[in-house]
């Protein structure tokens, strides 16, 4: 059974920094690409940030540059170093492997970026 958490959301102010954690069981890890992904108010989820097997990774225009996400495959985790924070980047933040177990998310970590 796949399970997934992820951690390390909060308050923070504009400009600010946040590194979040998404630790995965059930898989084995280092076979799986992984996605984080957002959902705003309102908004349907959204991803926002890819890493493959190999370390390959990708990003939504409206991040890049500012988030940057990698994995660490002895410890099943990814990570989601995010920086230069703007309001519009408020979100409960989930993450999922890709392919077979795509959609295994778990509850998912609130951002919240004001003043």
């Known amino acids: 059974q796949v399970q997934v958490v992820e951690s390390g959301g909060g308050l923070v102010q504009p400009g600010g920094s946040l590194r979040l954690s998404c630790a995965v069981s059930?898989?084995?890890?280092?076979?799986?690409?992984m996605g984080w992904y957002r959902q705003r108010p309102g908004k349907q989820r959204e991803l926002v940030a890819s890493i493959t097997r190999d370390g390959s990774t990708d990003y939504v225009d409206s991040v890049k540059g500012r988030f940057t996400i990698s994995r660490d495959n002895a410890n099943n985790t990814v990570y989601l170093q995010m920086n230069s924070l703007k309001t519009e980047d408020t979100a409960v933040y989930y993450c999922t492997p890709w392919g077979d177990y795509f959609g295994s998310w778990g509850p998912g970590t609130q951002v919240t970026v004001s003043s």
């Open positions: 059930g898989v084995i890890f280092s076979r799986n690409a």
